[in-house]
């Protein structure tokens, strides 16, 4: 059977926060990119990018200067992709995708250059760097002790204000709670549902009605992130008039609308800027000369693409890049070498909270300066194919607090390698 | 006398059967919204009806669709070109031999003075009409040989086989009388005077007319052929073309020779004709309760389509059953129609399950099983228009479906989704718990849901869990999953998540497992089907 194929410079696979960079850089760079993703990780985010807040993960060491921590990172370990970019590298990225971003009305903000404390659904306090604009005001409101409501609805699930105000009791004193029930509370609620629901003012104005009372002296209001999907800003800045306070955005538990709101503006906006994007599509084969060819299926297709380089940001073992049976760990795609504990019996510690964390974390592809993947002799494989994101070896994001980071500032790495090498 | 005594049976049959059934276009009824009229009220409202048509400008377009529907038959021809010209060959190749032939004292010879049967071009054209006939039924019959989505019913065959026997006698008939002395002999004693010798008008007509005489003769003699000749010029010429120009009956004729003087002496002509006039009369009274009784309603349908009085769309309702000749055009475009592959059942075939309708529309008492039947079939349907659409008689079946279901849901047989919901979960559960079935490599396949992270992305994306109120869904579908995973398929099977489901598939686009959700659902459904079937009579 003869299927069409389709003809590429770069082919970004992989619809993960480094998969969507990757493509960004590409297209803003001018080279024909296409990208294909299974289905998409972004909305299982919490919307938040960490770039470095903790190291050494053993004496969980806090930064409040994620710049700093990288140098002291690039010391402790060498194979961090970390170490292979420079901090310069790593703010320019964000650079471009906060720009990026803000076109797409997805605005986002750091604080002051530092970390960021970001409450959590249960109180705790997640350090991160870059935040959507509407927790912002959150993280200033706690430094400050404001006045503060915080409200949770009735039949949403994994979001109790009650136990915020528990968590937090120490640290922020002039906290008070409420219960809302949203326009229809009679069934379970789905942040996204609710969000969607809001962008219609009808419902807005209701919501805003429901609080209203609850409001009294409280300068501030922390509200789950629902406030809208794709006009989240008019939404936000609606609510604000409508109450006569600030209001901050908590995220919620996955599938939060942050992450949400992030995958639309890239689905929608990226196509926007020339990048031919392909989701729920799997490379499922692939076959190497000069160029790569690959097989791409979906729900209703079957076709090839040819290209001449290729950005792997499949992700680990929840995206699908990686995969774990009784034996081994592979890579999916080219059954690259993977760069991690062999034996099965030491992939995890006997403690499920042991402090330096899992080996199996730090699994994953090894790579050169180029972020081309590399052999056990430290040889490049394809000197057209570059790995980025969670795939790649040595970082232990989830308890470094680096994920966004590492995915973003090695994508933008491998797309310049990449244009370099093509002169 | 026999003749004219069959013939008086058999249209007095024709006519009650005719108005019986035009009766019954206001009696019967099929649909919950038929209930509320008598059949006073719709008779009246049918004269009524026709009247306001006829002095109204609808009647032009009426006269279009009688021209165009009617006459030429565009629907059928949009559809099918061999279709057509099967319809066009039976239909019009016996009109010409009813008006020409069997009214031949009343029609024919009124309009030609020197009219005679066995002069041409009447007796060559006869051979056309038939001819053109049996053509047409020779497609009909390939092509229900040929489509096998077409399913053929005893009144189909029948239908063919007396046509094809009504001809074929005919021609056969005609082949005997050609060569029969005893009608040669009749022939003789009522036009020539006894003193004359008709040897060599007898030489003659053995010759170039092939009758076969039980004496030897010498058909070669030419001075007796000339003698014959003129005999023939003087006496019978007028009235008798060469036979061979009834190029069907002719070779007949030729192939009977042999045999000739068996054949006349038990006088088979006399016997066929019996044959012949008996099959005709045969169709005359069998038309009322025939597919031929199309002739009369399919016309009426096409007029009086679309009724918008809701009176006269209840009886147009039924005259539309009336005018299906079960040519299954409608099962061929069916988009259900696989199923029956699967199921046996033909009541999902448009084209049977009218015939089943029609039973219903009777009011009698039907059968459980058959009804269980006609409700499977009917609810299969999803009202796709498809049928309605390609209708040569432009029967309104989508209206019919409708109604049909309207009316099992109201005898209380439910759509599956219905009957389902009338029990919860746990009681189907409990019900089925002993039962086995076979395994699905879906939902039988813990590999399959086993990657569940029960994260509800899939909830938060489906439009029916947001577009609910409570009510529509118990379950949302992660925790279907679950139930899988745990093992309790028959609870996951009846749950109002699985049944409500518009498989839009934005679950499994966005199951970031890639967890065929929706395929599972269906799947969940199509299998609470079967095992819940049989145990469904207790609801
Ligand atoms: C629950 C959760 C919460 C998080 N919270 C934060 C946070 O607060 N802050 C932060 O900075 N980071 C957070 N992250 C991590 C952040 O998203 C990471 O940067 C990310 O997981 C790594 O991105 P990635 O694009 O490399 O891989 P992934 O996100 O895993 O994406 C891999 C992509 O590749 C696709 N793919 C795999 N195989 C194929 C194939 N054969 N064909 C086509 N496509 C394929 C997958 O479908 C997927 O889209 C969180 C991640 C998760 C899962």
Known sequence: MSRIELKCDLLVIGSGIAGMAASLFAANRGIKTIQIGKTNTLSFTSGLMDVLAVHPIEEKRLWKNPWDAIDTLKKDISGHPYSKVSKDTIEKAFKELVAFLKSADVPYANYQNKNVNIITPIGTLKPTFFVPESMLNGVSALEEKKPCLIIDFYNLKGFSALQIKETLKDKWQNLRTAQIKFLDSSKEQFAEQMAYDLEKPKNLDKLAKEISPHIKDAEILGIPAILGVKRHSSVLSKLQELLGVKVFEIPTIIPSVPGIRLKKAFEDKLQDIGVQSFYSQEVIQVFHKDDFVFDVTGAASMFKIRTKGVILSTGRFFGGGLSADREKITETIFNLEIYGPFLRKVWHELDFFAPRGHNINNCGIETDEYFHPIDKSGKVIFNNLYAVGSILAHNDWTRMKCGTGVSVATAYSAVNAFLNQKG | ?539
């Open chain 2, 1 to 539: 006398m026999f003749f004219s005594i069959s013939f008086k049976i058999s249209l007095a049959i024709f006519v009650l059967g005719t108005l019986y059934r035009i009766i019954n276009w206001f009696r019967f009824k099929i649909g919950t919204d038929a209930l509320s009229f008598t059949m006073i009220d719709r008779i009246k409202s049918g004269v009524i009806g026709i009247f306001k048509t006829i002095f109204s400008l609808k009647i032009f377009s009426i006269i279009k669709v009688l021209i165009l529907d009617v006459v030429l038959q565009i629907k059928i021809i949009r559809a099918d070109k061999w279709r057509w010209i099967m319809h066009m060959c039976i239909f019009y190749g016996f009109m010409l031999l009813l008006l020409m032939h069997a009214f031949e004292n009343q029609i024919t010879k009124a309009l030609f003075k020197n009219y005679a049967s066995t002069l041409n071009p009447f007796m060559f054209l006869r051979n056309l009409f038939g001819a053109i006939v049996i053509f047409g039924v020779l497609i009909a019959v390939l092509r229900r040989k040929k489509t096998p989505k077409i399913l053929t019913n005893a009144h189909d065959s029948f239908a063919i086989f007396l046509l094809f026997s009504i001809m074929l006698s005919g021609f056969v008939l005609e082949g005997l009388k050609i060569i029969s002395s005893p009608i040669f002999d009749e022939m003789v004693s009522s036009y020539i005077s006894g003193s004359d010798d008709i040897t060599p008008l007898k030489a003659y007509w053995a010759k170039k007319f092939h009758v076969v005489f039980k004496e030897k003769i010498n058909i070669n003699d030419e001075k007796l052929l000339s003698e014959g000749e003129s005999s023939h010029i003087d006496n019978c010429a007028s009235c008798h073309s060469m036979p061979e120009t009834a190029f069907i009956s002719y070779p007949f004729a030729v192939s009977f020779k042999h045999f000739g003087n068996t054949l006349n002496d038990f006088r088979v002509d006399r016997w066929l004709w019996y044959f012949h006039v008996l099959s005709c009369f045969l169709g005359l009274a069998y038309l009322p309760f025939s597919k031929f009784f199309h002739i009369l309603s399919t016309p009426i349908n096409l007029l009086l389509e679309p009724a918008e009085e809701e009176k006269n769309k209840v009886t147009s309702r039924i005259i539309g059953m009336d005018a299906c000749t079960h040519c299954g055009v409608c099962t061929e475009n069916c988009s259900v129609a696989q199923i029956y592959q699967v199921t046996q059942n033909p009541n999902i075939l448009p084209s049977e399950k009218l015939a089943s309708i029609k039973l219903l529309s009777r009011g009698k008492k039907v059968e459980r099983e058959k009804l269980n039947e006609i409700a499977e079939g009917s609810f299969i349907c999803t009202n796709c228009y498809r049928c309605t659409k390609v209708c040569p008689s432009g029967i309104n079946l989508d209206d019919l479906w409708t109604a049909s279901k309207n009316t099992l849901i109201q005898q209380g047989y439910f759509e599956p989704h219905n009957w389902i919901a009338q029990k919860s979960p746990s009681e189907w559960a409990e019900t089925v718990k002993k039962k086995k079935d076979e395994p699905s490599d879906l939902i039988d396949n813990p590999e399959i849901f086993y990657g569940c992270v029960q994260c509800s992305t899939c909830a938060s994306v489906c439009p029916v869990v947001a577009a609910s109120n409570g009510n529509e869904i118990d379950l949302t579908p992660q925790q279907v999953m679950n139930l899988l995973r745990m093992g309790l398929k028959d609870l996951a099977m009846a749950s109002k998540m699985v049944w409500n489901c518009t498989t839009c598939y934005m679950c499994e686009e966005n199951c970031p497992q890639g967890i065929r959700v929706t395929d599972i659902f269906y799947e969940l459904r199509n299998k609470a089907y079967i095992r819940f079937k049989d145990v469904k009579e207790n609801v």
